[in-house]
């Protein structure tokens, strides 16, 4: 009788070596459920400030874009129209003086530049007729340089028909001025700057 109860002793040890193993395996299981729980709930916190980086991206562009249109406003740079330099003899009296002046005209519509350019010697003509016109020290101040590049321009544009109110765009006189204005509308140059590439009185 002792033999047989002591060869049934053995299987309830296995049943309760199992029991470990089930509950070490549930135990493992839950810690595994435990930890990816925890990396889910990181994970998932640190997505907002991920995506509110990725706005924060995607606003960066837009207010890039302003700076994009500023430039699209001007589909192309505008056209230089350089003329060949000038050599003139000036109008000084107790002296013989001259100048040599080099000009480049900036004009924004390129159908205006070759415009320009098949009216040419008319424009140079009317140039060299204001230049020898002038004195040295008319032309030796920055004032006396500004007011000859309004001139040149009206000078330029008179061969294309154009005629800009002279008052206007030398700044002599407020009163006349305002009355032409009041006549008919102002006229814009289509040369939008006149541009010494050399500047030399002797």
Same mark, same amino acid.
């Given at each position: 009788?002792?033999?047989?109860?002591? %060869?049934?002793?053995?299987?309830? #040890?296995?049943?309760?070596?199992?029991?470990?193993?089930?509950?070490?395996?549930?135990?493992?299981?839950?810690?595994?459920?435990?930890?990816?729980?925890? %990396?889910?709930?990181?994970?998932?916190?640190?997505?907002?400030?991920?995506?509110?980086?990725?706005?924060?991206?995607?606003?960066?562009?837009?207010?890039?874009?302003?700076?994009?249109?500023?430039?699209?406003?001007?589909?192309?740079?505008?056209?230089?129209?350089?003329?060949?330099?000038?050599?003139?003899?000036? %109008?000084?009296?107790?002296?013989?003086?001259?100048?040599?002046?080099?000009?480049?005209? /900036?004009?924004?519509?390129?159908?205006?530049?070759?415009?320009?350019?098949?009216?040419?010697? %008319?424009?140079?003509?009317?140039?060299?007729?204001?230049?020898?016109?002038?004195?040295?020290?008319?032309?030796?101040?920055?004032?006396?340089?500004? &007011?000859?590049?309004?001139?040149?321009?009206?000078? #330029?544009?008179?061969?294309?028909?154009?005629?800009?109110?002279?008052? #206007?765009?030398?700044?002599?006189?407020? /009163?006349?001025?305002?009355?032409?204005?009041?006549?008919?509308? #102002?006229?814009?140059?289509?040369?939008?700057?006149?541009?010494?590439?050399?500047?030399?009185? &002797?």
């Amino acid at each position: 009788m002792a033999g047989p109860e002591a %060869a049934a002793a053995p299987p309830p #040890a296995a049943g309760s070596g199992g029991k470990k193993k089930l509950i070490i395996l549930i135990a493992a299981v839950l810690l595994v459920v435990v930890i990816g729980g925890a %990396a889910a709930f990181f994970l998932l916190k640190k997505k907002p400030p991920a995506e509110d980086g990725e706005e924060g991206e995607d606003a960066t562009p837009a207010k890039e874009e302003p700076a994009k249109k500023d430039h699209a406003k001007k589909d192309h740079p505008p056209t230089f129209v350089p003329l060949d330099p000038f050599t003139v003899n000036l %109008a000084d009296k107790d002296v013989d003086r001259f100048a040599q002046i080099g000009i480049s005209l /900036e004009i924004e519509d390129p159908k205006i530049a070759d415009q320009l350019k098949a009216y040419m010697p %008319a424009i140079r003509g009317n140039i060299l007729m204001l230049l020898s016109h002038k004195v040295a020290a008319d032309l030796l101040s920055r004032e006396g340089k500004l &007011q000859l590049a309004k001139e040149i321009n009206r000078e #330029a544009v008179r061969p294309l028909g154009i005629e800009l109110d002279e008052e #206007a765009d030398t700044g002599h006189g407020d /009163e006349p001025a305002k009355k032409k204005k009041k006549k008919k509308p #102002a006229v814009v140059s289509p040369v939008t700057g006149v541009h010494f590439s050399s500047f030399i009185v &002797q």
